[in-house]
């Protein structure tokens, strides 16, 4: 098999993503993205993502260091499958998560007894 890379990049005026095929060090391919153009690619890419034969484990521990998007924008909205979180990231977009009512609680309160320890320990100090 041929060395084969790709190279990607922003364009110098922030408005595309420019990728660049290579083989043997050689560019054989070059396309720029628009950002309506990459919000695609990324939805098709998560899709197919989604349907490997290794998954995203269902689980994290805890603690486990994940990407965070700190105050991130968010909505809640009541869909005709349930209750609807959208949570907004600002590379994949509006996430949206429909949400068993039982589970949409138990978050609920999880997020309340969090800011409540997170609010008794700058208190504390």
Do not use: C, Y
């Not at 408005?15 to 628009?34: N, P, W």
């Not at 309506?36 to 993502?49: H, T």
């Not at 989604?50 to 968010?74: L, R």
């Amino acid at each position: 098999m041929a060395d084969t890379k790709l190279n990607v990049k922003m364009s110098a005026d922030r408005a595309k993503v420019e990728m660049e095929f290579q083989i043997q060090g050689k560019a054989v391919s070059r396309m720029a993205l628009s950002p309506a153009a990459l919000d695609d690619l990324i939805a098709n890419l998560g899709a197919l993502r989604a349907q490997m034969t290794q998954p995203i484990p269902a689980s994290i521990e805890p603690g486990a260091k994940v990407e965070t998007v700190v105050n991130p924008s968010w909505r809640t909205d009541i869909q005709a499958q349930g209750p609807l979180l959208a949570i907004r990231h600002p590379g994949f977009g509006w996430q949206g998560f429909l949400i068993h009512p039982e589970q949409g609680r138990t978050l609920g309160q999880g997020l309340i007894d969090i800011a409540a320890r997170v609010e008794a320990s700058k208190t504390a100090q």
